[in-house]
């Protein structure tokens, strides 16, 4: 059964089947095929699938998302950014940086922050002396900490997969965050003065800098409350994003003032697309993952890899490898849906801590936003910037490389992503 389920699912995938229906008609082709398993699963299996109530934070962090967004408050943070690093040498670059750390904590999306921070900053780097292209880099390897600073979408997905706690997911996700956008900007840095890029003389006056930092600490406000409420006991994870969207109404329609009525009926009417698409992923997910485990397959593997080593550390090695090379043809949700059941395993059979490992999945595939053939921020940016995709990539490698250099750091140095 399994074999005719991963040949099944490899069919599918070379031919472009979207991988919501791939896992769903692998799945009941190899079930026909062995006979053993009564069709009836498939359907009993999509609705115990999706009868979690965790799963309802996916579409309301998401609706939240969307709605901080459409309030336009992506120019609130960047002067935010550009207030702390605007005047360090490649100042703009780092501005991209620090804007999409602080809207990544809002959005929880790596494609919205690229496109809310692109927009802006793409065009005013240009103005200052900074290539098209590179400014696009930045701007797609920035992005990234939409997935990694929380409140994130794919922990909450990793959380509900793996039977851990969203909120530790969410608490330990600001180191990482944090020290992956210092090195971002250390390397804009060094670009910058390879460059002989100017640095800028902007200055604020006083009244600037407490507009500045009024207008934007309301909207960083978000992240603070939902994970202050989880810690709190004042409400559960998945109440938080309820919350959450709430805040972002009233912040938007009272505060900001830059969203209407009909703007959230159609930031509602645009997420559902996003919702059902991921739902959809979830509940054809369940049927695989049921096959999977029928057959003990996670069980196996995991068997497989400590009869080779049970050196933590080379473990998670070969499982960096792998989610470095999977995040380069998947997005993150359907990566982390189907692979997640399998690497968990083998992380509890080694004894790793499942938070920490989490945490180390959503970086490692976060990496894939920004690598070919399918980088999603490479195509916005590229989009944003008119550039040529091939120039983008050519400057986006040393960021892959800061990347993948903290993961290892990460591996040698648990703790950084274990905070909480």
Same mark, same amino acid.
């Given at each position: 059964?399994?074999?005719?389920?991963?040949?099944?699912?490899?069919?599918?995938?070379?031919?472009?089947?979207?991988?919501?229906?791939?896992?769903?008609?692998?799945? +009941?082709?190899?079930?026909?095929? *062995?006979?053993?398993?009564?069709?009836?699963?498939?359907?009993?299996?999509?609705?115990?699938?999706?009868?979690?109530? !965790?799963?309802?934070?996916?579409?309301?962090?998401?609706?939240?998302?969307?709605?901080?967004?459409?309030? @336009?408050?992506?120019?609130?943070?960047?002067?935010?950014?550009?207030?702390?690093?605007?005047?360090?040498?490649?100042?703009? +670059?780092?501005? *991209?940086? &620090?804007?999409?750390?602080?809207?990544?904590?809002?959005?929880?999306?790596?494609? +919205?922050?690229?496109?809310?921070?692109? *927009?802006?900053?793409?065009?005013?780097?240009?103005?200052? &002396?900074?290539?098209?292209?590179?400014?696009?880099?930045?701007?797609?390897?920035?992005?990234?900490? &939409?997935?990694?600073?929380?409140?994130?979408?794919?922990?909450?997905?990793?959380?509900?997969? /793996?039977?851990?706690?969203?909120?530790?997911?969410?608490?330990?996700? =600001?180191?990482?965050?944090?020290?992956?956008?210092?090195?971002?900007?250390?390397?804009?840095?060094?670009?910058?003065?390879?460059?002989?890029?100017?640095?800028?003389?902007?200055?604020?006056?006083?009244?600037?800098?407490?507009?500045?930092?009024?207008?934007?600490?309301?909207?960083?406000?978000?992240?603070?409350?939902?994970?202050?409420?989880?810690?709190?006991?004042?409400?559960?994870?998945?109440? *938080?994003?309820?919350?959450?969207?709430?805040?972002?109404?009233?912040?938007?329609? =009272?505060?900001?003032?830059?969203?209407?009525?009909?703007?959230?009926?159609?930031?509602?009417?645009?997420?559902?697309?996003?919702?059902?698409?991921?739902?959809?992923?979830?509940?054809?997910?369940?049927?695989?993952?049921?096959?999977?485990?029928?057959?003990? $397959?996670? @069980?196996?593997?995991?068997?497989?890899?400590?009869?080779?080593?049970?050196?933590?550390?080379?473990?998670?090695?070969?499982?960096? $490898?792998?989610?470095?090379?999977?995040?380069?043809?998947?997005?993150?949700?359907? /990566?982390?849906?189907?692979?997640?059941?399998?690497?968990?395993?083998?992380?509890?059979?080694?004894?790793?801590?499942?938070?920490?490992?989490?945490?180390?999945?959503?970086?490692?595939?976060?990496?894939? @936003?920004?690598?070919?053939?399918?980088?999603?921020?490479?195509?916005? +940016?590229? !989009?944003?910037?008119?550039?040529?995709?091939?120039?983008?990539?050519?400057?986006?490698?040393?960021?892959?490389?800061?990347?993948?250099?903290?993961?290892?750091?990460?591996?040698?140095?648990?703790?950084?992503?274990?905070?909480?």
């Amino acid at each position: 059964m399994v074999t005719v389920l991963f040949i099944s699912f490899i069919i599918l995938l070379l031919l472009g089947v979207p991988i919501a229906f791939t896992l769903g008609i692998g799945s +009941a082709i190899s079930m026909a095929y *062995s006979g053993e398993v009564p069709l009836m699963i498939i359907a009993q299996k999509v609705y115990s699938g999706l009868n979690n109530f !965790n799963y309802m934070a996916i579409p309301l962090f998401l609706i939240a998302g969307n709605i901080m967004a459409e309030a @336009q408050i992506s120019n609130k943070l960047v002067a935010l950014a550009d207030l702390f690093v605007g005047r360090m040498r490649g100042g703009l +670059a780092s501005v *991209s940086t &620090g804007a999409s750390a602080f809207f990544g904590a809002i959005s929880g999306s790596a494609p +919205a922050t690229t496109a809310a921070i692109g *927009s802006i900053m793409i065009p005013s780097m240009s103005e200052h &002396g900074y290539k098209r292209d590179y400014s696009a880099a930045v701007v797609a390897a920035s992005g990234c900490l &939409g997935l990694i600073i929380p409140p994130s979408l794919t922990m909450v997905v990793y959380g509900v997969t /793996a039977g851990v706690s969203i909120g530790r997911l969410f608490a330990s996700g =600001f180191v990482p965050g944090i020290l992956i956008a210092i090195a971002l900007m250390i390397l804009n840095y060094f670009i910058a003065k390879r460059d002989n890029i100017p640095v800028r003389k902007t200055k604020y006056s006083k009244s600037e800098i407490i507009k500045i930092v009024k207008d934007s600490i309301i909207a960083l406000m978000m992240p603070l409350i939902i994970l202050g409420g989880i810690y709190s006991g004042i409400f559960t994870a998945t109440e *938080s994003a309820a919350v959450a969207c709430l805040y972002g109404v009233i912040v938007g329609l =009272f505060v900001y003032r830059t969203l209407s009525l009909k703007q959230i009926f159609n930031i509602f009417m645009k997420s559902i697309e996003n919702i059902a698409m991921i739902l959809m992923l979830m509940a054809t997910a369940s049927i695989f993952g049921y096959i999977i485990a029928r057959e003990e $397959v996670p @069980q196996r593997i995991a068997a497989s890899v400590l009869g080779v080593t049970s050196n933590q550390y080379v473990i998670m090695f070969i499982v960096l $490898v792998l989610l470095l090379i999977i995040g380069c043809f998947m997005d993150n949700v359907g /990566a982390l849906v189907l692979i997640t059941p399998t690497l968990v395993e083998i992380a509890r059979a080694a004894n790793i801590d499942l938070i920490y490992f989490g945490v180390f999945m959503i970086i490692a595939l976060a990496v894939g @936003q920004i690598t070919p053939p399918v980088g999603l921020n490479l195509f916005v +940016a590229t !989009n944003v910037s008119k550039s040529k995709f091939e120039d983008v990539v050519r400057y986006v490698v040393p960021y892959i490389g800061v990347y993948v250099l903290l993961l290892i750091v990460f591996i040698f140095v648990p703790q950084l992503l274990m905070t909480f």
